[in-house]
């Protein structure tokens, strides 16, 4: 890869591919050959990180190693290594002139593009220097054009893709591992450096072609295993109720409820009701009603947990769903009076400003079915089998 490196080159690569060994092999050599370096990060841990292994790495021939007004490495080759963090409120690096220029994570900076443009690219202009952008993907932002750039006639531009499974250090079981607990997009994205987009509808096309095997309800049996997700109604939502037979794999929607309208003694009934039917440990979203409404419903069945959505608990519920589904540990039934598969296809994920993925149905659209559904599925490991009321009777 070296031997094809330009001017300007631009690496995605997997995660654990030895992406930053690889500059800070660049930035030592460089440095120890009489050259100004520029080291660029999103943040100041990404920094801090890079300058303790440098620095130690070139210890035997620093002359200055400071850390104000930035962290700075000086060397009796009259080498020197500069840091500088993308999160800084000034454009990094104005003024300075570089041999090289390494942005580390550079997918991760928010204002990658502005301070390529207008500050660190300007600093290779004295020594016609060049440099080094390296990265996980994450979306087609700034970074993913730059990495488009290298793919195409400029001859100054060069980029590369090199997935985890190319690290010889890196078993294959571990990867196979992680292949089983992520999404295919966010292993596609983290172990296979493929640019995805992470907007969009989560859940696509054959996947849910195939999810939707099942003809409809099933009546609960004895010695099955059953978890329920309820997604409690607010002001203008629904209050849903899926319940999973997860006594085998794949798992099987056998029973679904939908209503909104009634007051909150009604639904404590109805959704109690439906758990002692099938003897089902509940999921219940807790966020909007609050804790009384959960209690009242433990009185009537015992084996409910409360669960609070932030957005990170909504996104780990919605992920796990998405990998059940695209793996095929579950199966689904749609009827006309239901809207799961509806959902399901609208269900969008979208970027926010700060780089986050959130997950939600479009404005004006409900999700109470999807998010009943992925408690259900967070719940899959723990459901105890079911055993009629009958047979409990005579047991005792």
Not at 83 to 107: C, M, N, Q, S
Not at 160 to 166: A, I, K, N, V, Y
Not at 224 to 237: F, I, K, M, N, S
Not at 246 to 257: C, F, I, K, Q, S
Request: net charge negative.
């Amino acid at each position: 890869m070296l031997s094809e490196a330009k001017r300007y080159n631009v690496l995605a690569c997997g995660r654990r591919w030895g992406k930053t060994t690889l500059l800070e092999d660049l930035a030592v050599n460089a440095a120890i050959d009489g050259k100004r370096v520029g080291w660029f990060a999103p943040n100041y841990a990404l920094l801090d990180e890079a300058y303790g292994r440098i620095r130690k790495t070139l210890d035997d021939v620093v002359t200055t190693a400071a850390q104000s007004p930035h962290p700075r490495l000086e060397l009796v080759t009259r080498g020197a290594v500069e840091f500088w963090t993308l999160e800084d409120p000034y454009k990094p690096a104005r003024g300075r002139a570089y041999h090289l220029v390494i942005v580390d994570e550079a997918a991760f900076a928010k204002r990658l593009e502005v301070a390529w443009e207008e500050s660190i690219g300007p600093t290779l202009t004295d020594y016609q220097g060049g440099a080094w952008f390296a990265s996980t993907p994450k979306g087609r932002n700034y970074f993913h054009r730059l990495w488009v750039r290298g793919q195409g006639e400029d001859p100054e531009w060069r980029s590369w893709q090199m997935p985890t499974s190319t690290n010889p250090y890196i078993a294959p079981e571990e990867l196979d591992a992680r292949r089983r607990t992520m999404t295919r997009a966010a292993y596609r994205q983290e172990y296979e450096a493929e640019f995805e987009d992470a907007d969009g509808n989560v859940f696509r096309g054959q996947v849910l072609e195939d999810a939707f095997a099942l003809s409809g309800p099933e009546e609960p049996q004895d010695g099955r295993r059953y978890v329920a997700g309820v997604d409690l109604a607010r002001t203008q939502d629904f209050t849903d109720v899926r319940i999973l037979d997860v006594t085998d794999e794949p798992g099987r929607l056998v029973y679904h409820d939908r209503w909104r309208g009634d007051t909150w003694a009604v639904t404590v009934d109805r959704v109690a009701g439906a758990l002692e039917r099938y003897r089902a440990l509940a999921r219940v979203d807790a966020t909007g009603v609050g804790d009384p409404i959960v209690e009242a419903l433990r009185r009537k069945w015992p084996r409910v947990e409360a669960v609070k959505f932030t957005t990170q608990v909504k996104s780990e519920l919605v992920e796990r769903l998405v990998v059940a589904l695209e793996q095929g540990r579950l199966l689904l039934y749609d009827d006309e009076r239901d809207v799961l598969k509806a959902e399901l296809q609208a269900f969008r994920a979208e970027t926010t400003p700060s780089g986050h993925v959130r997950y939600a149905a479009p404005e004006g659209l409900h999700d109470d079915a999807v998010m009943a559904l992925a408690l259900a599925v967070g719940g899959m490991s723990r459901a105890a089998p079911y055993q009629s009321l009958h047979v409990r009777s005579t047991r005792r």
